[in-house]
């Protein structure tokens, strides 16, 4: 019976491996909020590498990413928090600083 269940299951498992490895945050993420301000996010190793907001680029000081959530400090002239939540390849953006907040989808590049 042992056998049998593991034969029954490797496959789910061995798909649910390979849907992890496919939603891997590496990669360029870019869109624009509804105020027309364009956003790219560079997200490498697990880590977020760059963030330029209206063509300007502004320092990441901070990530932390866990399952679908990531959380990216950055520092333009005051420190601001930006917190992305992954659905596939489209992630919902939300920043809030000192200049306010702002939201917008992105999409894997």
């Known amino acids: 019976m042992k056998t049998f269940a593991a034969l029954v299951f490797?496959?789910?498992l061995l798909s649910s491996g390979a849907f992890a490895q496919s939603a891997s945050w590496?990669?360029?993420w870019?869109?624009?909020t509804g105020r027309g301000s364009a956003i790219q996010l560079t997200i490498q190793?697990?880590?977020a590498r760059s963030y330029v907001f209206?063509?300007?680029?502004?320092p990441v000081t901070g990530s932390k990413i866990a399952g679908s959530?990531?959380?990216i400090n950055v520092n333009g002239g005051a420190p601001a928090v930006i917190?992305?939540?992954r659905r596939g390849n489209m992630v919902t953006y939300s920043y809030n600083?000192?200049?306010g907040t702002a939201t917008a989808t992105l999409s894997k590049q």
Do not use: C, I, N, Y
Not at 54 to 58: A, L
């Open 97 to 99: 600083g000192p200049e």
């Open 83 to 85: 917190t992305l939540q």
């Open 26 to 28: 590496d990669g360029s």
């Open 45 to 47: 190793g697990g880590a």
């Open 10 to 12: 490797a496959p789910v």
């Open 54 to 58: 209206r063509g300007m680029s502004v």
């Open 69 to 71: 959530t990531a959380t």
């Open 30 to 32: 870019s869109g624009v």
